[in-house]
């Protein structure tokens, strides 16, 4: 029984990396920390002043929402038939009118996608929790029973600060996300640094 040689996925930079491959890394690792830096110092503003961010995530998937109803408005046009081209156009009429609203009234907006996310938040931390429970016995099971009860937990407390946890939900936990999402693009970063410096 032999074993098989094992492979390194990246050149040392002594062995003779092809030039073009080096430098793609070197620029890929310049992105990758300028991308985490801004999404740490977007994430830290995110978190200090989670109102505003609030408010421009509502305004942000409204205009997301706005385009999609465009998509819709093609797809409907698509179709020959008339019939079937009026129901294609309801959903485009829907996505338009759900992405003006969250555009022009960003406040009344955020407080829609609070009530989303207390929803997502109980419903994806239940789930969780039977699964977890379910897989007793399989390694990590306890883990997924505390991410369910943390979920729960937390949906809890953002449904009881309504209306006022309207304000700052959604832009504390885009903060947070950017936050870590910063963090990991950096450590990308740095060890691309390790491999090509």
Known sequence: MSTAPTTQFAWPASAGAPVDLMDALRK??????????????????????????????????????????????????????????????????????????????????????TVVLVIWFMATGTARIVVGIAERGVPGWWMTVVNGVLSVGLGVLIAEGLPSSAGWAIGLIVGVDLIFSGTILMALGSRLKQVVP
Not at 29 to 40: D, N, Q
Not at 73 to 99: F, N, Q
């Open 28 to 113: 890929a690792r310049r992105r990758l920390t300028i991308a985490g830096v801004l999404a740490l110092i977007l994430g830290a503003v995110a978190v200090i002043v989670p109102a505003i961010a609030s408010v421009a995530t509502a305004i942000f998937v409204g205009w997301i929402l706005i385009v999609a109803s465009a998509f819709h408005v093609a797809d409907a046009w698509a179709v020959e038939h008339g019939g079937r081209r009026a129901l294609r156009l309801v959903p485009a009429l829907l996505t338009l009118a759900a992405g003006l609203y969250l555009v022009v009234a960003p406040l009344a907006g955020a407080f829609t996608l």
